[in-house]
């Protein structure tokens, strides 16, 4: 079966890096590509950007442009995303769901990012 | 970007209620429209997709329909199960863009 398994939660100072990994298993992780979502406490669900594991190729909400890289490890079938400059509003449960683009029904449990000074 | 606006942001009902939640697409999606379902800590859970594709395993209550760029989710005599958080998310294009979400609560 398709699970899709998140790293724990992280607290970091406002200006450090934070990077949460996905690892898929049950399917073939390059066929898919893998989207993060965040969500901050009580607020909506906010797309970040995805990533093709099979080219590494990405596509970046305008708003975490220049902030967030996504990448990919084929051996462990494991998916990243990396936010750098964090500030206080990226309190939040990131996700990472796999190919929103024409499924969705395959989510990770979340990864709660707290950023605290 | 395709702006996606979900009505209303919160909804009061009681068991045994018949509601509706609406998503306006600022474009044609030709039916890239999901659901999802989500309660509190929990990853969202998806009910239907490509706008009335109910999923395996979600009940039938749950009905979702097309309308030029109007979407809706019906969800027919409320069960206390389906008080929850429910989003619309257009898939048609990157980026992909969510309602705002509807809170459905207890009368």
């Known amino acids: 079966q398709v699970q899709l398994v998140q790293s724990g939660a992280e607290v970091k100072r406002p200006g450090a890096s934070v990077k949460v990994s996905c690892k898929a298993s049950g399917y073939g992780f390059v066929a898919y590509y893998m989207h993060w979502v965040r969500q901050a406490p009580g607020q909506g669900l906010e797309w970040m950007g995805r990533?093709?594991?099979?080219?590494?190729?990405?596509n970046y909400a305008q708003k975490f442009q220049g902030r967030v890289t996504m990448t990919r490890d084929t051996s462990s079938n494991t998916a990243y995303m990396e936010l750098n400059r964090l500030r206080s509003d990226d309190t939040a449960v990131y996700y990472c769901?796999?190919?929103?683009?024409?499924?969705?029904?395959?989510w990770g449990p979340g990864s709660l990012v707290t950023v605290s000074s | 970007d395709i702006q996606m606006t979900q009505s209303p942001s919160s909804l009061s009902a009681s068991v045994g209620d018949r509601v509706t939640i609406t998503c306006r697409a600022s474009q044609s999606l030709i039916s890239y429209l999901n659901w999802f379902q989500q309660k509190p800590g929990k990853a969202p859970k998806l009910l239907i997709s490509a706008a009335s594709n109910l999923q395996s395993g979600v009940s039938s209550r749950f009905r979702g329909n097309e309308s030029g760029t109007d979407y809706t989710l019906t969800i027919s005599s409320l069960q206390p199960e389906d008080f929850a958080t429910y989003y619309c998310?257009?898939?048609?294009?990157?980026?992909?863009?969510f309602g705002q979400g509807t809170r459905l609560e207890i009368k």
């Open positions: 990533i093709n594991p099979n080219s590494g190729g990405t």
């Open positions: 769901a796999r190919d929103l683009g024409t499924d969705g029904r395959y």
């Open positions: 998310q257009q898939s048609y294009s990157i980026p992909v863009t």
